[in-house]
């Protein structure tokens, strides 16, 4: 990431100085520990925000224009607030009028600005780089015009931004987590009541390593509103049949899972119970590194994993071989794939002596098969969003 300094003096030469208010914000990435696909059944998820950001430098102006320069693709875009509307033309583009529609509706006018980004978060690599951009503009936007909201608020904002303007039906954890991660913290979030608590994620054996296989495939978006569908589907089945409200699969135990799940569709009692295992292996992980157990936490990521393969089936062989090879490594206590699927990441905890040989193994035995070198990130849990800088 380039420094500051540089960063200021690009943003000069881009924009005349409007005298008003600037300054410099960022948005990390996340990789979910735990509790795939849960987020939107109302469950609970185990993320941590990482240490890639989105770095965005803004000015106020005197009118509703907004300006943004993407630095790592050199793309400009320019839109007016008095006018905001899903452009098909530019998608990226909807992530910045998304969020500053968004906190317009909250009854917040918002004044136009300059902007410039850049990002070293890999894209469609399920790291959340989407969140990343809406939550630095949401940060921006609102430290900017001196508004007073909430992380948990810019989070919500954000997440309903994706949903209307972008048109991705996501859950709320990624958005959460680059709101309100904290350093050598994951972040526990119980997606029903939005409650959360910080579960320390720090020791000196133990490692969590991101393998990126590079896969990205076109079908996430519609296979995830199907998944969400399947879901709901199901909890009205256990609403039918229990004597109490089902709002969610969250609602549901395992015991009542087995006792019904043969008059569900086979594949719906599948995605069901996913959903319902899962919730209970982040609630047993969580409580697992509160007391530095590390082996039961990397247990519970294998088994998360063939859950998200073999009944939720949003893997794909790529993952399932990242997954493999980390598995036959020494000092390897977890992996599994990471975000919505079918490409992208996955997670894995080490110990900490064995992070070379890992990356050195992975890199091989993953270009040999695949023939694509797959890229390795080393993160501690990073700092959620935050202000670098304000100048007036
Ligand atoms: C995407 C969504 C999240 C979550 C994950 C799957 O990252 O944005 O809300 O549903 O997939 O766990």
Redesign the pocket.
């Known amino acids: 990431m380039q420094d500051l300094n540089k960063l200021w003096k690009i943003f000069k030469e881009k924009y005349t100085d409007t005298g008003l208010a600037k300054g410099a914000f960022s948005a990390p990435g996340r990789v ?1 520990l735990i ?6 059944n109302d469950g609970f ?1 185990l993320p941590m925000a990482i240490e890639k950001y989105i770095v965005m430098l803004g000015q106020l102006r005197n009118d509703p224009l907004v300006q943004a320069f993407d630095l790592g693709y050199k793309v400009k875009i320019k839109f007016s607030l008095d006018r905001l509307y899903p452009s098909k033309k530019d998608a990226w583009t909807n992530y910045l009028m998304g969020v500053m529609d968004e906190i317009q509706k909250t009854g917040h006018p918002l004044q136009g600005a300059n902007l410039i980004f850049i990002s070293n978060i890999p894209q469609r690599a ?1 790291l ?1 780089s ?2 990343a951009l809406e939550v630095v503009t949401a940060l921006t936007a609102t430290k900017l015009n001196l508004l007073e909201i909430k992380p948990v608020k810019i989070a919500h904002l954000c ?1 309903r931004a ?1 949903n209307n303007f972008v048109g ?1 039906a ?6 959460y987590v680059s709101c309100l991660g904290k350093k050598n913290h994951a972040l526990f979030i119980n997606c029903r009541i939005n409650d959360y608590e910080l579960v320390p994620f720090k020791d000196q054996n133990y490692q969590i390593v991101i393998c990126n296989s590079k896969i990205q495939r076109g079908l ?1 978006n519609s296979e ?1 509103n199907k998944r969400r569908e399947e879901c709901k589907t199901a909890a009205e089945f256990f609403n039918h049949k229990l004597k109490r409200e089902i709002r969610a699969l969250r609602d549901i135990t395992i015991d009542e899972y087995r006792k019904y799940q043969g008059e569900l569709p086979k594949v719906i009692a599948r995605r069901a119970r996913h959903v319902i295992s899962e919730n209970y292996r982040v609630q047993i992980g969580v409580q697992a590194l509160r007391e530095g157990n590390f082996s039961t936490f990397g247990q519970l990521m294998i088994e998360s994993h063939q859950s998200l393969r073999d009944d939720y089936e ?1 893997s794909c062989t790529e993952l399932d071989l990242l997954v493999d090879l980390a598995l036959k490594q020494e000092g390897v206590l977890g992996a599994r794939m ?4 079918f490409g992208g990441c996955t997670v894995n905890l080490l110990r900490r002596e064995y992070i070379d040989a890992f990356e050195k193994t992975i890199k091989q035995g993953y270009k040999k098969i695949t023939g694509i070198l797959p890229d390795i990130y080393v993160t501690p849990p990073a700092e959620g969003a935050k202000v670098i800088e304000l100048k007036q």
């Open positions: 979910n509790g795939e696909h849960t987020d939107y998820v399920g959340s989407s969140a997440r994706e991705v996501c859950g709320i954890m990624d958005q996430v995830y949003v990471t975000g919505a699927g």
